[in-house]
């Protein structure tokens, strides 16, 4: 069943009857709670898959830069590699859709149609947005390599939880219990607790001492990545009926020009030779560009079924891959801070999703919640659905806890 909102009245697309609703965020923050508290064996099926795979591509990533690196620098543009990565995504996405166009039945509004590309093109407009904190962020990545370790940079990824529950918070007015809230502090001070090392000293960032450009660097790549986080969550699901495929043809197109500047303004200042995009670069770099794009369709999987929280918890139990792998590889220590730090982690995670630390629901006057609402609704007027469903011959209209999961696929 598909509901369609205009104009803060819902309408199904079955039996066509329509509900007034207020369509305000809290609104919407509630229905999306009481979704989660039903969740079938194929959507907890499909959520770990989307865990173990992002585990998988996340825990490599620090350890592919790491092998890119030689003599400790990079012999290549980290630009070119972020512009490599969306090209190979669009050519994904490309595919991708035009194999969805064809398994498309008949009387189906055409997916490759220039109407229908315009139309999602406008209405997918807020994508630029977190294509271009993306862009950013992808080149914040090789900077944190040059400072750090592939396990603290992977555990200092971790402080994005904490800032986008603030994000999610205030943007999409998400809700979270004083449990929860418990278990991202005790998340901080799991990081917290694997940093308690010294840096290592005589080295300099863009002419400041290492702990202040360190920290600098630290601070932009926690909030950028958040921001464009929480704002593509933000953007996918208020366009749920876009297929995912188009929506990340607009992203990565977004990020491939975006990545495309950045070439441009390094020519400026290096010379024209830095325009070759494939000048420096190896089978690492090559592995890292199938990981890094594979990481990014990943996540839009992550930001539109699932939600941002469950994608940068995911992430970090791809920390203790990442710290073992790059111990066997690169001979890196895994001290006792770590080894603590991950356990107050991963205590922290369990705290997170634990049954008992859902927020509860407040019931406030103006605020609907649409699943509720609809569950009423056809329960007054039932007669007057079964009588509209009995003109659709081919159509089954069923009732039952299916209805109340429209953030997965079917």
Known sequence: MNVKGVGGVVECSVCHSKLGVSPNTRAVSKAYDRHRSVVSLKTRAFNILLVVGDCILVGLQPILVYMSKVDGKFMFSPVSVNFLTEITKVVFAVVMLCLQARQQKAGEKPLLSVSTFFQAARNNALLAVPALLYAINNYLKFIMQLYFDPATVKMLSNLKVLVIAVLLKIVMRRRFSIIQWEALALLLIGISVNQLRSLPAGTT????????????????FVTVPSLA????????KSQFDTSIYLQNLFLYGYGAFFNFLGILGTALFKGPDSLDILQGHSRATMLLICNNAAQGILSSFFFKYADTILKKYSSTVATIFTGIASALLFGHTLTMNFILGISIVFISMHQFFSSLSKAKDENKNGDLQIIDAQKDFRSKDSSFLNMTAGAHEDTSHLVGPDERAPLLPR
């Open 205 to 220: 960032a863009l002419g400041l001492p290492v702990a202040t450009g360190a920290y600098l660097y630290t601070l932009i």
């Open 229 to 236: 986080s929480v704002y593509n969550e933000y953007a996918l």
